[in-house]
């Protein structure tokens, strides 16, 4: 039988080991919440980052805008200066009484964070793209949510993966994925199942083929509307025929082996041509037909990026700060630690409880410039490596000079995670000395030749148009000839290599170019 005191230790050891695991738990949970908070800031664009800055200077007493007190800019107007001075007490009284009655409600610790994170705001000249009014297929989309009985919870999902579609309509992002983007944007903690579920709801809205994962589900899915439809109700055997097609021929499908098709189904050549035009009546992607907006209603495009390229060929860039202020943590609630700190010992429990309040304050405030700051850092990481590889596009202006370039050599380059290079060319644009391009416009697939020769998909496209674009309409040339004027030009691909870009160019075959 144990002694007394041993077993007194014991509870001791114990009670400070769960104290351990606790601390690291919150510290882990902490660190968790920095980094969704960088991974947030970095996703988001210029624009909608300013509102962000806006509404947590609104709602943070201990972040504050503008240079500290003491600091004037060189050569600033006294008159100026007198309005700016009336303008920042005036602001820091605010923040000043908001904290007093805040404390009055409220609030130990030794390590309290002194922190200066104060931006430096070089703004370039940029150039703002504005769109008109138009409806997007996403707003219509939307607008049909509001005509579904759904819960919250349900609606809030089902939005977030309209927002997630491609320009055709199609969902492109894994589950998982979504999932993850969920829990940090919007807190909602979800299953892949859960998400599953909701986007059979989505698939189920107008146009048939929205929200489908694959080209192959987007046809599936409307094989079986038409008949729900009851478009098919004289001759059921087309959906029993197009689903085996679509399901287990589909590889033969996409090449147009109709041969092996119709060998397999045992059908006529008059029942292949009746199959061929109901399919015809069907669309890959059918977000392309809800109008003549495709994608987001994008009303403004505000680059993240300026780039200039001088007649020398000389390259540089900066960040657009647009309307980003100068961040900073309140003096005054840091000069509150401090006093407090100082009479630790003779502090009662309001104002431990104040202090409380005051530290978490200022830990928010320390963590969003450090988001802020670590974003900026990413960013100019990130086009610093992407100006490095395409030069002379850069340069020149010419798209066929853009080099294969993915997400994956730009985090090699930087030592980033493939991830983190995704979220940093999302929806992100850069002004050029050739035009505004999304960042996206400058990571371009790489084709192999049989010689091991690796050449840019973008390039190879681009030499195919400029060929069809000059053909003589009256004899367009088939894929067969279009391969073997690439060949003679410098780009030996296959005939059904040909076909497969000039079908992602949206160009017709030859009999439909005849004029």
Known sequence: MESFPSLVIQVIMAQE????????????????????????????PLTELEESVNAELDDNPALEKGREEGELSEGTDNTEAGNDDFDAQQEQQERQDALDTALERMGDDDELPVYDGRQRQDNADYEEIVYGDTTSFI???????????????????????????????????????????????????????EIADTLKLLQDFDPAGIGARSLQECLLLQIKRKVTDGEWERNGSVYGYLKTIFTEHFDAFTKKHWNKIQAALSLSDLQIKALQAEIRKLNPKPGASMGETMGRNVQQI????????????NISFTLNYGNLPELHVSQSFNDMLAAYKDNKQGMNRQEKEALL?????????????????QRRNTLYTTMKAIIEIQKKFFQEGNEADLKPM?????????????STISRVSNIKYAQ???GTFPLRFFFTDSYTTEDGEE?????????????????????????????????????????????????????????????
């Open 17 to 44: 080991q769960i104290q351990i695991q606790e601390q690291r738990q919150l510290q882990v949970q902490r660190l968790s919440q920095q980094q969704m908070l960088q991974v947030k800031l970095l996703e988001m």
């Open 139 to 193: 707003d219509k989309l939307n607008e049909q949510v509001g005509e579904r009985v759904l819960t919250e919870r349900q609606k809030a999902i089902l939005e977030y993966l309209i927002g997630s579609l491609d320009d055709d309509g199609l969902l492109r992002k894994e589950l998982d994925v979504i999932a993850d983007e969920l829990a940090i944007y919007h807190g909602i903690d979800c299953e892949e199942q």
């Open 302 to 313: 505000t680059p993240d990026f300026i780039i200039d390229t001088d007649d020398n060929g």
């Open 357 to 373: 309040y005051a530290k978490g304050k200022v830990e928010k405030a320390q963590g969003f410039i450090e988001a802020i700051k």
């Open 406 to 418: 993915i997400l994956k050599d730009i985090a090699e380059k930087t030592g980033l995670d493939i």
């Open 432 to 434: 050029t000395r050739w």
């Open 455 to 515: 050449m840019s998909t973008r390039k190879i496209k681009v030499v195919l148009r400029e060929i069809i674009d000059n053909e003589n309409k009256q004899k367009p040339l088939s894929d067969d000839a279009l391969a073997k004027v690439m060949k003679e030009k410098g780009f030996p691909i296959a005939r059904r290599t040909v076909a497969k870009y000039r079908e992602q160019l949206n160009l017709p075959v030859a009999r439909l170019r005849k004029e």
